[in-house]
């Protein structure tokens, strides 16, 4: 098993993606993004130096109130580039336009 691919990595890079609103930059009807439940797989390891910088496709739900009526979730979806220290902290991520990075 990859580095990125541990169960307590794919936990603290989720816990950064939500803590630094980059699952927020993904909702589409300014709902609030659900942590609980969401998913993430990285792949296209790149090391810069020590580091390894890796493309991560994240998946969780929103919840959109409409009034009065009963809130609902949406499944929603994006993609983000990081930089993985060698313990497996996150020390950056950033959004890219496809081709753009």
């Known amino acids: ?22 699952l927020a930059s ?32 994240v998946s969780f739900e929103e919840l959109v109130g409409y009034g009065a009526a009963a809130a609902q979730r949406l ?5 983000v580039h990081l930089r993985l220290d060698a313990a497996g902290q996150v020390k950056d991520a950033w959004l890219c336009r496809p081709d753009s990075c």
């Open 1 to 22: 098993m990859e580095m990125w691919e541990d169960p307590v990595v794919l936990d603290r890079i989720l816990d950064y993606l939500d803590t630094h609103q980059f």
């Open 26 to 57: 993904f909702t589409s009807l300014g709902g609030l993004p659900l942590r609980e439940g969401a998913h993430c797989h990285c792949s296209e390891p790149r090391r810069v130096g020590d580091d390894l910088d890796l493309r991560c496709e």
């Open 75 to 79: 499944r929603q979806s994006g993609e």
